[in-house]
């Protein structure tokens, strides 16, 4: 029996133009209704279907209609009903960002990718990084640092020259972007059932904000991550694009 999708996509002209064309040649139904999510778009709409259907435990099947793709299969109109049934499965589950901010308001905010810290102004941030309630660097000078899941290890992570982590390894990436001082310090790799206090310093002269995925709170003085165990996501990938096998391909991609 074939499974019940639904649709989503972004708001991309290429998104559009393959929403209309899959749902002339498969019967769509609403997330509700559904047994499988498909997703048009990119890595950034990806990561948006993901949080908006996270509550739901359907599988997401993406389909790349962006740039990257990295989360993404192939666009293909063709047996979509076959590439869904024999899909491999992988469950991700997100980091919790619980933010106090300088006023003293608390809030939960969560990350697939990864959740980061960084300055607002013209000013270097100084940060207290202390790991399951020891502190481990007193001030760190930097331009902010972020804690990566395995998932998001190639995105902002690789970028800041933090390493490249494999799917299922249980560890998180703690890397600095830009560090003043310590000048010699490249970052950490932490279990993932770790709790990663950042204690903002002079917050109120040089402010910070923290970004969980795409959601930004500003003029943070504390974050306190982990990962979630309570919250899982299964993604669905074709034989020929699994996730475990790309981000072990980027540690050899020159």
Same mark, same amino acid.
């Given at each position: 029996m074939?499974?019940?999708? *639904?649709?989503l996509?972004s708001?991309?002209?290429d998104?559009?133009? *393959?929403?209309?064309?899959?749902?002339q040649?498969?019967?769509?139904?609403?997330?509700?209704?559904?047994?499988?999510?498909?997703?048009l778009?990119?890595d950034?709409?990806?990561?948006?279907?993901?949080h908006?259907?996270?509550g739901? %435990?359907?599988p997401?099947?993406?389909?790349?209609?962006?740039?990257?793709?990295?989360?993404?299969?192939?666009?293909?109109? %063709?047996?979509?009903?076959?590439?869904?049934? =024999?899909?491999?499965? $992988?469950k991700?589950?997100?980091?919790?960002m619980?933010?106090?901010?300088?006023?003293?308001?608390?809030q939960?905010?969560?990350a697939? =990718?990864?959740?980061?810290?960084?300055r607002?102004?013209?000013?270097a941030?100084?940060?207290?990084?202390?790991?399951d309630?020891?502190?481990?660097? %007193?001030?760190?000078?930097? %331009?902010?640092?972020l804690?990566?899941?395995?998932?998001?290890?190639?995105?902002?992570?690789?970028?800041?020259?933090?390493?490249i982590?494999?799917?299922?390894s249980?560890?998180l990436?703690?890397?600095?972007?830009? *560090?003043f001082?310590?000048?010699?310090?490249k970052?950490?790799?932490?279990?993932?059932?770790?709790?990663i206090?950042?204690?903002v310093?002079d917050?109120?002269?040089?402010?910070?904000?923290?970004?969980?995925?795409?959601? $930004?709170?500003?003029?943070?003085?504390?974050? $306190?991550?982990?990962?979630?165990? $309570?919250?899982?996501?299964?993604?669905?990938?074709?034989?020929d694009?699994?996730?475990?096998?790309?981000?072990? =391909?980027?540690?050899?991609?020159?």
């Amino acid at each position: 029996m074939s499974k019940k999708i *639904a649709f989503l996509a972004s708001g991309g002209p290429d998104a559009q133009q *393959a929403l209309e064309i899959l749902s002339q040649r498969y019967e769509s139904v609403s997330p509700e209704e559904a047994d499988v999510i498909v997703a048009l778009g990119g890595d950034g709409y990806m990561l948006e279907a993901i949080h908006r259907n996270s509550g739901n %435990d359907l599988p997401i099947y993406g389909m790349n209609r962006g740039t990257v793709g990295f989360l993404l299969n192939s666009f293909n109109v %063709d047996d979509l009903y076959d590439r869904l049934e =024999n899909a491999n499965q $992988e469950k991700l589950r997100p980091l919790r960002m619980r933010v106090t901010t300088d006023s003293g308001v608390q809030q939960d905010s969560y990350a697939y =990718n990864e959740v980061s810290l960084l300055r607002q102004t013209r000013q270097a941030a100084n940060i207290r990084v202390a790991v399951d309630g020891k502190v481990r660097i %007193d001030r760190l000078m930097c %331009d902010g640092c972020l804690v990566a899941t395995p998932a998001g290890s190639t995105a902002y992570n690789l970028s800041a020259h933090g390493p490249i982590l494999p799917i299922g390894s249980a560890v998180l990436a703690l890397t600095p972007i830009s *560090a003043f001082r310590p000048r010699r310090w490249k970052g950490a790799i932490l279990p993932e059932d770790t709790l990663i206090t950042l204690s903002v310093l002079d917050n109120y002269k040089r402010p910070v904000s923290a970004v969980a995925d795409a959601h $930004e709170v500003r003029n943070v003085a504390e974050v $306190e991550i982990c990962v979630d165990k $309570e919250r899982e996501v299964t993604l669905l990938f074709d034989s020929d694009h699994n996730l475990e096998e790309r981000i072990l =391909n980027e540690q050899f991609t020159p």
